[in-house]
């Protein structure tokens, strides 16, 4: 299968064990589930969760087991997506070719649905029933995603971000990059990985390795593709982490690493 | 010791908790790690802290190792201020005597506090240092506090409380109270009873019922204090619950649960 294939694989699980993991619109209090699902069940890439379950298949764990990371990481996404909407953050009215949650919910709601969908993220990785005989495993997953999610990940990055006009170059693009973007990414290669028995540490540190250097050349394609940038700059340096990335999941012992190598490469050649 | 006085050792504790596992401020993002310690070392009750500590210590857990769940629903109930304080939310600008978190930080700053403290909270039912060798609990402990604090809990309850005046009565102020207050109540005992090793199921069953009536009591009487609403009745229905909860933790076998009866007794005859 090409990556593109298996992207769309991937997509679909995903799309599904959302649809299965966040509570119904009927449910109360309606509203606010109605909201979380408009939030999240609205045609993102979910590139995070497509890492999560390449990187757990890559190393042998069943695919059932590895859609609780999915949902995990692409609700965290989607949290801080509509936090970062909000009219006192980005004030965007639009997200993925839609209003974004705010401005169909109203601001209150756009807060609480953030709220709750972090809360989700990590709910569905210590109670999901189809990790219910692995709660040995759950303290490490939730650590490592309450990491790459709290003040020193992707909420700190967004701290970062809004200070970084007004810092007269104290803080960084690529700092903001790392955290706001990077960890989350490097988070969801992370879960994949933790949920394998038999990850050797070494084979555990390039994976790290690879899902930083993924996430860094993510986020430099997103600005180029923004346009918020030098271009030229930032696409050099995209190339350079998808060329880190690769070369840290070649070290891998004994695996067959080629779908992670397509995914990094599709990073950078992506126009979207 | 008086319940009173164990209250105190209690709030001591935990400030002392809080201030140790709270990220420092000269930690980059300076700003946000400012005002996450900012918007919790302030002042407040400890009051869901200390019933964690007391639920736990009746069982026989040492004090050391309840102090993560101590700081976990502080740090998770910080959070629900910071953002019910909001400009979009309940727009206060003062918050146990002092300036709220986003009038002295700014709403962007004010979102994303509540956000890193949410995640905080979490991190460090998974992460502590005095929990290391108690991993196997971890699922346990973060399920509950995520539970308590999602959609069907804490967050959910602030949904439903700001639908409340355009409801017509389709929302009942006690489902408010039930999910705003008395879920992460009822989570603060739950915490300090899965800590310890040997608890039978009919006697967390009876501190799931004692936690989830101290809540409510609690939570009548705020709003009795504040004069929200029909004092006479808030005062009866707190008494109501008060006695629920007493007679409850008094099922429990063979226990010493005098502290917890004081608690009870002391949420409906505070005067603040």
Redesign the interface.
């Known amino acids: 299968m090409s990556f593109k294939q298996e992207w769309i694989r991937c997509q679909k699980l995903t799309e599904q064990a959302l649809e299965e993991r966040l509570?119904p619109a009927d449910?109360?209090?309606e509203?606010?589930?109605e909201a979380?699902r408009y939030a999240t069940l609205n045609g993102g890439k979910r590139f995070r969760a497509t890492l999560a379950i390449l990187t757990g298949e890559m190393l042998g764990v069943e695919t059932e087991l590895l859609l609780p990371c999915a949902v995990a990481v692409e609700c965290m996404h989607a949290?801080s997506l509509v936090?970062d909407d909000?009219?006192?953050?980005d004030d965007d009215d639009f997200r993925r070719g839609k209003l974004s949650c705010h401005a169909v919910y109203?601001?209150?709601?756009?807060?609480?649905v953030?709220?709750?969908l972090?809360?989700?993220a990590?709910?569905v990785?210590?109670?999901d029933r189809s990790l219910i005989h692995l709660?040995?495993k759950?303290?490490?997953l939730?650590?490592v995603l309450?990491?790459a999610?709290?003040?020193?990940g992707l909420?700190?990055g967004?701290?970062?971000d809004?200070?970084l006009v007004e810092s007269n170059g104290s803080i960084d693009l690529h700092?903001v990059f790392r955290l706001k973007t990077a960890k989350l990414i490097q988070s969801s290669v992370k879960l994949g990985a933790l949920m394998s028995d038999d990850l050797d540490e070494q084979d555990y540190e390039a994976l790290c390795e690879y899902g930083e250097a993924v996430g860094l050349a993510f986020q430099y394609i997103d600005d180029h593709l923004d346009g918020e940038h030098l271009e030229e700059d930032l696409f050099r340096k995209a190339t350079e982490f998808k060329d880190q990335a690769i070369s840290a999941v070649q070290r891998l012992n004994g695996t067959d690493s080629s779908n992670l190598v397509q995914a990094a490469k599709f990073v950078v050649e992506r126009k979207y």
Not at 106 to 112: D, I, Q, S, W
């Open positions: 509570p449910l109360p209090p509203t606010l589930h979380m949290f936090h909000l009219p006192c953050m109203g601001e209150a709601m756009g807060v609480l953030g709220d709750a972090q809360s989700l990590i709910e990785l210590a109670k709660q040995h759950t303290g490490n939730v650590a309450s990491e999610a709290g003040s020193t909420i700190g967004q701290a970062l809004i200070a700092t």
